[in-house]
């Protein structure tokens, strides 16, 4: 009968039950397909844009998912422990926007030359990439990302700041306000570039014309 107790007593004790504790399983994202419904830019402007590797800081330049909760330390940023991205958010980003700006719109090899007339290069700096809790159970998603346009004679930059409310107060709910986030900028991008390409082109033009 003591031996009985004595059995009862330690399975009762945490850490020290004869059955293994098991931690639920690590779940890894990415950014799923782009949207259908994002608006392809002109082929003309595809074709003149070479999209560099979106660079990041160090504390994001990893695969881990970022929340904020603003209302309790806006200052400290925490990763989820169950969740992760299947690479650096700046690695998704920078593939979403090669799948939306291609190099070519023919898909043809283009010889590039470092000051070949009409070809811009794109580089961009993610400054922030996470879901943001301003309460309990209501978060959004946020991306923020400096962008900068160069060409010949040319350099332009803009911050881009994208917002998507989360549908769920949890990893799953962050990942689709990203993914939102993502194809909007990837869409706002290309309508900036081709803006920038109009009136770069115009200018030519004008000055042609002197």
């Given at each position: 009968?003591?031996?009985?107790t004595?059995?009862?007593?330690?399975?009762g004790?945490?850490?020290?039950?004869?059955?293994p504790?098991?931690?639920?399983?690590?779940t890894?994202?990415?950014?799923?397909p782009?949207a259908?419904?994002?608006r392809?830019?002109?082929?003309?402007?595809?074709?003149g844009?070479r999209?560099y590797?979106i660079t990041?800081?160090?504390?994001?330049?990893?695969s881990s998912?970022y929340?904020?909760l603003v209302?309790?330390?806006s200052?400290?940023?925490?990763?989820?422990?169950?969740?992760e991205w299947?690479?650096?958010?700046?690695?998704?980003?920078?593939?979403?926007?090669?799948?939306s700006?291609?190099?070519?719109g023919?898909g043809?090899?283009?010889?590039?030359?470092?000051?070949?007339?009409?070809?811009?290069?794109?580089?961009?700096?993610?400054?922030?990439?996470?879901?943001?809790?301003?309460?309990p159970?209501?978060?959004?998603g946020?991306?923020?990302?400096?962008?900068t346009?160069?060409g010949?004679?040319i350099?332009?930059?803009?911050?881009?700041?994208i917002?998507?409310?989360?549908?769920?107060?949890d990893?799953?709910?962050?990942?689709r306000?990203?993914?939102?986030?993502?194809?909007?900028?990837?869409?706002?991008?290309?309508e900036?570039?081709?803006?920038?390409?109009?009136?770069?082109?115009?200018?030519e033009?004008?000055?042609?014309v002197?």
């Amino acid at each position: 009968m003591k031996q009985l107790t004595a059995v009862i007593v330690l399975l009762g004790l945490p850490g020290c039950g004869l059955i293994p504790h098991r931690e639920p399983p690590k779940t890894d994202f990415d950014l799923g397909p782009p949207a259908t419904n994002t608006r392809q830019p002109a082929s003309s402007a595809r074709a003149g844009v070479r999209i560099y590797d979106i660079t990041a800081p160090a504390w994001i330049d990893n695969s881990s998912m970022y929340y904020r909760l603003v209302y309790r330390e806006s200052a400290s940023p925490l990763p989820y422990a169950r969740s992760e991205w299947v690479m650096s958010p700046a690695a998704l980003l920078t593939e979403r926007l090669r799948a939306s700006l291609s190099d070519s719109g023919d898909g043809e090899m283009r010889q590039v030359g470092a000051r070949t007339t009409g070809v811009y290069a794109l580089r961009a700096e993610l400054a922030e990439f996470e879901q943001v809790f301003d309460h309990p159970g209501n978060s959004h998603g946020v991306i923020r990302l400096r962008a900068t346009l160069e060409g010949e004679d040319i350099r332009i930059q803009r911050t881009f700041v994208i917002e998507k409310p989360a549908r769920s107060a949890d990893a799953a709910g962050g990942v689709r306000a990203l993914m939102e986030c993502s194809d909007e900028l990837a869409e706002s991008i290309a309508e900036w570039l081709e803006t920038a390409q109009s009136n770069t082109r115009a200018l030519e033009s004008a000055s042609t014309v002197r």
